[in-house]
């Protein structure tokens, strides 16, 4: 684990390598890690998994090519039962884990016993959700990726991830199809030269000095950095139609039981509550919008 303190910020970059069938990209992520961490007190060995995790989700959504939002999951039958981190294509971004309580130390397929991983597509409009998912396999999120790539979407991809207590890095190199121009060797160097970079490197040098450290002899073009952000997409709308959906009766016995209906957003920890008033509001005919005093 690293925990000094950098100046790179937030942000991705891509690069080609020219005339080779090569595309490369480098992800920092700063704030955007840490606002995860402060929302949830995660288990170290957990902590990991999930930083690379986003930094694979944020290397994974430079290539989309619509509106909407790249979504990675694990399932498992524990001690990690549910990972998920979503990526949208302006790379704002949310992450959040759920656990046994009994966590141990150790490799990806330790914590993550019999689990699965998918990755889902989803269009804002127009276009249909996609989803591929396949049975979780290696010692890294890095692996479990590669191997993704491999059996699920048939591209060559290396990635190298870290995450240490304030930042995570990461980057990807992927072999395109060969009516692309691929070259094998140059992809054998490609992947040879990256795999000497270290987490150390990953996590306190620019894109533009790994680039440099790693690539400067061969024909590159690096294009300009994008933004990464955290960002959570809840809302008490959302929230409203989730309630309205459950029904006036499940919504009324919660009410009944608990006195207050109360939605805990997982990914940001926002609060929504609804009391006997705002739960009339949600059924009434003549919809009234609720009032924001009600959000807490
Ligand atoms: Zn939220």
Not at 75 to 103: I, K, Y
Request: proline fraction near 4%; hydrophobic fraction near 40%.
């Amino acid at each position: 684990m690293y925990s000094w303190k950098v100046k790179i910020g937030d942000s991705l970059k891509r690069f080609l390598f020219e005339h080779a069938g090569i595309r490369g990209e480098i992800v920092h992520l700063d704030a955007t890690w840490r606002a995860v961490l402060e929302r949830r007190d995660y288990p170290p060995a957990l902590r990991t998994i999930l930083g690379e995790s986003m930094v694979a989700a944020a290397l994974m959504s430079a290539t989309l090519k619509f509106a909407g939002r790249l979504i990675m999951q694990i399932q498992g039958r524990g001690p990690l039962n549910l990972l998920v981190v979503e990526c949208t294509n302006n790379q704002t971004m949310r992450a959040m884990a759920q656990w046994s309580n009994d966590l141990p130390t150790g490799p990806l397929s330790v914590i993550a016993e019999d689990a699965r991983l998918a990755i889902t597509l989803d269009p804002t409009t127009g276009r249909e959700r996609y989803q591929s998912m396949v049975e979780l396999s290696g010692q890294t999120i890095s692996e479990a990726l590669e191997n993704y790539f491999h059996h699920s979407e048939q591209l060559e991809t290396r990635l190298w991830t870290t995450a240490g207590n304030t930042c995570a890095a990461g980057m990807l190199l992927q072999h395109l199809p060969l009516d692309q121009g691929t070259d094998e060797e140059a992809w054998k160097r490609a992947v040879c030269l990256g795999s000497t970079i270290t987490s150390k490197e990953l996590l306190t040098l620019s894109a533009q000095d790994i680039i440099h450290r790693l690539y400067h002899e061969e024909d590159i073009r690096v294009f300009d950095s994008t933004p990464v952000g955290f960002r959570c997409s809840c809302s008490r709308d959302r929230v409203i139609g989730a309630l309205r959906m459950l029904g006036p009766d499940e919504v009324e016995s919660i009410l009944d039981e608990k006195g207050l209906v109360s939605v805990d957003c997982e990914f940001c920890n926002q609060h929504y509550r609804f009391d006997s008033v705002d739960t009339k509001q949600l059924f009434a005919t003549d919809i009234i919008p609720l009032t924001p005093s009600s959000v807490h």
